[in-house]
């Protein structure tokens, strides 16, 4: 039977729209990659926006709005990087999904930027450079934006590599390196520098070894008990008032500042306050949830996912309050050098360059942050809830130690050590459990040692990769500074 015109100017018609909808349906495929390149563009944007409106738009401050700009992206880039670490082990636990860490990370770090971070920041980064080591003021502003696009740079750079680095020694790099190229190795502070350096050895060794210690504790007094359930209840509301307490401890120290000033004693009785209080409420919570629970390490996961989630929520107010000052440091400085003509060791950051701190973060944390979280909350070892809550207390104990002991230390390094401390751990205490059920195990179940070394525990590409980058940060964010350093002075003059 013959097909009548219409019919065949359907079908016609029918095969050009399914190939239109093909080529839509390419399109978005493509374009989709380049909406959080374009998001993340429009910010940028807006914050030099935002430095004009303040400033005007004379050639001089012009200056300021560019250096907004990459102060912004900076921002942008420690959100990518930096706060994977507070995110990663709740996420790669099952504790928290993707989305609600990304809604989480992103209040309590823009809630403390605002609300407790520090009025002041060293502008030299923790007296890296002597002031009295570059008397012109312009000399200093383009040490300053070449310290700044030099870190934004590299951190960038170890984002899409998949390495978590410290954003604080990449600022410290960045000021070294432009210090060094406008003044000479005479201008930087060498003392400073050694201690740096030192803490990328005790940041995560002292992370590490207090997570495989906690984790030893978990093991020791309730994995390996007859009753793990009575166990728990026993101890989980200890392990969660110690937690709080340093929390408490933590952030009367650190983050506070801002409202009262509070030293080490008063900072210590207040978290020992809280951590009873917090034992108080929690054993009662404990009890009644671990009822009817089955003697097994999967019900003690379900006890330990709240304060988790809770734990990751504070570490990530507390880098707020305290990181993002580093990285905006360099753009206060700018700014105070702009105004005012003068360069101080210590300025006040106003308040729309802390806006551009806090948003910026949750900018990169929502569109590039997943890519870490998942590096560090799985790739690395596997973390359970147990695992992933020691990183969490060792993180925070590990700062109260160091800023007791002076040492300045890194967030980033003191974290993925404690995710390594926990892996390694396993790794050791697995191996011993091997040759203890050795002697007893017959000869046809027995692991030949060549298999037994293949089951790592933890990836060793990615610990290889991570330490060599942690290694490589100052120096290579000081070389891309002083490069930039001499690019604008060259342009300039």
Not at 117 to 129: A, F, M
Not at 235 to 260: D, E, H, N
Not at 437 to 460: C, D, F, G
């Amino acid at each position: 039977m013959a097909q009548s015109p219409d019919s065949k100017n359907w079908k016609t018609l029918d095969k050009d729209l399914g190939r239109i909808s093909q080529i839509e349906y390419a399109t978005t495929y493509v374009s989709k990659p380049l909406v959080a390149p374009g998001i993340a563009l429009s910010f940028i944007v807006l914050a030099g926006l935002a430095a004009a409106l303040f400033f005007g738009q004379s050639p001089v401050n012009m200056v300021v709005v560019a250096a907004a700009v990459f102060g912004a992206y900076m921002a942008i880039n420690i959100g990518a990087n930096d706060v994977a670490n507070n995110m990663g082990p709740a996420v790669g636990a099952n504790a928290l999904t993707m989305g609600g860490a990304i809604v989480i990370a992103a209040l309590c770090e823009s809630a403390g930027a605002l609300l407790a971070g520090g009025d002041v920041v060293s502008t030299i980064s923790k007296g890296i450079i002597d002031p009295s080591g570059i008397s012109q003021t312009d000399t200093f502003i383009w040490a300053m934006m070449a310290a700044l696009i030099s870190s934004a740079l590299w951190v960038n750079l170890a984002t899409w590599v998949g390495a978590p680095v410290s954003t604080t020694h990449s600022v410290v790099g960045g000021v070294m390196g432009a210090g060094i190229a406008a003044a000479g190795l005479g201008a930087v502070q060498w003392g400073t520098m050694g201690a740096i350096a030192a803490s990328w050895v005790i940041s995560p060794v002292l992370g590490g070894a207090i997570a495989a210690g906690v984790l030893a504790f978990i093991k020791a007094k309730i994995i390996y008990t007859d009753d793990k359930i009575a166990a728990a209840r026993r101890w989980v509301p200890v392990l969660v008032g110690i937690m709080s307490g340093v929390f408490a401890t933590y952030l009367a120290m650190k983050g506070l500042k801002k409202i009262v000033k509070i030293d080490a004693t008063t900072a210590l009785i207040i978290g020992a306050a809280v951590g009873a209080l917090t034992y108080a409420v929690t054993a009662p919570i404990v009890k009644r949830k671990s009822q009817g629970m089955e003697n097994r390490n999967k019900s003690l996961k379900a006890l330990f996912g709240l304060p988790l989630v809770f734990s990751a929520a504070l570490l990530s107010f507390a880098h707020g309050a305290n990181d993002v000052a580093n990285a905006v440091g360099p753009l206060a400085a700018i700014v105070h050098a702009t105004q005012h003509g003068a360069i101080e060791a210590k300025v006040s950051i106003p308040h729309w360059v802390m806006v551009i701190g806090a948003f910026g973060i949750s900018f990169g944390l929502f569109l590039f942050g997943p890519k870490l979280i998942r590096m560090v909350g799985s790739q690395i070892t596997k973390l359970n809830p147990m695992r992933a809550y020691c990183v969490a207390l060792s993180a925070a104990v590990t700062v109260i130690v160091a800023s007791w002991l002076g040492l300045p230390v890194s967030s980033t390094h003191i974290a993925v050590g404690g995710v390594f401390g926990v892996g390694f751990f396993r790794e050791w205490h697995a191996e011993r459990r091997l040759r203890n059920s050795a002697a007893t195990r017959p000869a046809e179940k027995r692991i030949a040692p060549e298999e037994r070394r293949r089951r790592k525990l933890v990836r060793r590409s990615h610990f290889m990769t991570i330490v060599a980058a942690w290694v490589i940060t100052v120096p290579a964010a000081a070389a891309m500074s002083a490069l930039i350093f001499l690019l604008l002075n060259s342009v300039i003059s």
